[in-house]
């Protein structure tokens, strides 16, 4: 099994910064992909931002204003220049393979809330 502990988020101003991290841990054999989802009340979760070996992709309302980087088993979410419609639960998702599998399979945190105030 795969554990991921989140941390970081919290409250802020808008135009403001936070820092996300995710740890993965556990019977890791690969990681494939991490990531970061939100969902916002009353809203679908949707793409923040993920990273691969080979690619890095950010959703249409954060472009240009969070950076995903990854450092082994840990990813990190910079939010610059936040707004109050970043306010959600985000969670941290990796695709992994544990060293009992063949495949990879999802794997998401309990999530942390960031509330961006005006």
């Known amino acids: 099994q795969v554990q991921l502990t989140e941390s970081g988020g919290g409250l802020a101003q808008a135009g403001g910064s936070l820092r996300l991290s995710c740890v993965a841990s556990?019977?890791?054999?690969?990681?494939?992909?991490m990531g970061w989802h939100r969902q916002a009340t009353g809203q679908q979760r949707e793409l923040v931002a993920s990273?691969?070996?080979?690619s890095t992709k950010y959703g249409d309302s954060v472009a240009g204003r969070f950076t995903i980087s990854r450092d082994k088993n840990t990813v990190h979410l910079q939010m610059d220049s936040l707004k109050p419609e970043d306010t959600a639960v985000y969670y941290c998702k990796v695709d992994a393979i544990d060293t009992g599998g063949w495949h990879p399979a999802a794997y998401w945190g309990r999530g942390t809330q960031v509330t961006v105030s005006s």
């Open positions: 556990g019977s890791i054999y690969s990681i494939v992909l």
């Open positions: 990273t691969t070996a080979t």
